[in-house]
């Protein structure tokens, strides 16, 4: 079977090119005559690897001065309570707006140690993103997630706010520009944007850091991994290699500018499909709509086999939508072409003519 258009939410696609340089390196890692994944990760060329893919970060998102980058494990999931056992001192509060299924678990995470819920669009089944609530004076920091994969909404503008912000943005990183010097603590998953799973991205401020009394284990102690380079214990090798290659990709194709304008081609093509169409209609409020993931359903549910089975002809993967919402989900990261999702289009108009 040939190339498949690959919508999965993720995991996901990455860059074909990077599927066949991580493979290679797998093999025989530049011509050592050993695999990426045999060596020590204390080795030269291992930590030559760490060092670029932190450069990269740097360099493509601006990040100024004062802010460490770290490769650690656990996924998000382990950020919503690391960010809360760092940053929110006992007695302390922190808000949290609620978009969706990961800012509930971020939320959840940090109830106990004195997280509070400032908005949340739950009302709605998550299908916008709350407007106008106020971020209190008194806040340890203010938690919020930049796109809600599950969803398909997204923040387009950042709220002003007075204290600390710390952002979730594992589904749209290096998908958009974004002022880093806005946030004191920003993470992310890397199977969604960046790389394979196995490794998150987490960019933190240095001097925000040490303020809170709690004892942190020092596996969740931010403090370790800058000392130790995140090499505190032993990194995911292959997960940061492939992360450092696909941002290489990003970069040498023309950084954020490049990738901002193609996000922007790819969903103005797929919602403009979905309005104009018939047969299908978004779910998520329009200003609110995330370039990454984008969710519809058939105004005829009735159909969705064949629907369904039309989809999966044309070699098209991965667009059941989330059981909480139903539908479909064409999740466009970076790596999807243009290409996939004109094949995408294309099903939708020739559902439309044989069966609207
Ligand atoms: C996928 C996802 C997560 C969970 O990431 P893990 O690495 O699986 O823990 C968290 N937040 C958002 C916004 C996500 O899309």
Redesign the pocket.
Known sequence: MGKVHNYSA?PCILPQSVFEEAAQAILNYQDSGLSLIEMSHRSKPFVAVMDEARALVKEILNVPDGYEVLFLQG???LQFLMAAMNFLPEGGKAGYLVTGT?AKKAFKEAEPMGGVSLASSADKNFSYIPKGYEIPKDLAYFHL?S???IFGTQVKDFPESSVPVIC?M??DIFSRPIDVSKFDMIYA?A??NMGP?GT?LVIVKKDALGRVNRRIPTMLDYSVHIEKESMFNTPPVFAVYASMLTLRWLKSNGGIPWITERNQAKADLLYGEIDRNPCFEGTAAKEDRSNMNACFLLTNPDKGEIFDQMWQEAKINGLKGHRSVGGYRASMYNALPLDSVQALVDVMQEFEKKHG
């Open positions: 993720g996924g998000a999931s990961w997630t796109n809600n994969t979730d594992s589904s998953g199977q969604k799973a998150t």
